[in-house]
């Protein structure tokens, strides 16, 4: 079974460098934005802005990204760093997407109108 390291190509320039970061950006954007939709889904799903926080689940996120990084060759205390940065950037958006889907509401109607997306 191949790891994600054993993906990396030989570079001789930094061009070469360059050129592969940026076809995993175009690769990872896309991803990244799908997942930072679902904390707009969860902000629109959760009840209290106490729960936009969890600890437990930062934790267990964490614990697997770790995981999944040592089983594919990768530097675990890099990409925790890394995931931890991006959970803290997604939960800030998710508390601005709580407070702007309640904003003018009585909390009661949280379901998308017709015409918005969720």
């Known amino acids: 079974m191949s790891k994600a390291i054993d993906l990396v190509q030989h570079c001789t320039t930094m061009e070469d460098v360059r050129r592969q970061v940026n076809a995993l950006d175009d690769v990872l954007v896309p991803l990244l934005v799908t997942r930072?939709?679902?904390?707009?889904?969860?902000?629109?799903?959760?009840?209290?802005?106490?729960?936009?926080?969890?600890?437990?689940?930062?934790?267990?996120?964490?614990?697997?990204?770790?995981?999944?990084?040592?089983?594919?060759?990768?530097?675990?205390?890099?990409?925790?760093?890394?995931?931890?940065?991006?959970?803290?950037?997604?939960?800030?958006?998710?508390?601005?997407?709580?407070?702007?889907l309640r904003a003018g509401t009585s909390g009661l109607d949280l379901e998308p109108s017709s015409g918005e997306q969720a």
Not at 38 to 53: C, L
């Open 36 to 100: 930072i939709g679902y904390m707009q889904q969860a902000a629109r799903i959760k009840g209290d802005v106490n729960q936009v926080r969890d600890e437990a689940r930062i934790a267990a996120i964490v614990q697997r990204v770790r995981e999944r990084c040592e089983q594919e060759g990768g530097q675990p205390d890099v990409m925790e760093a890394v995931y931890r940065d991006l959970m803290e950037a997604c939960i800030a958006y998710e508390h601005r997407e709580f407070a702007r």
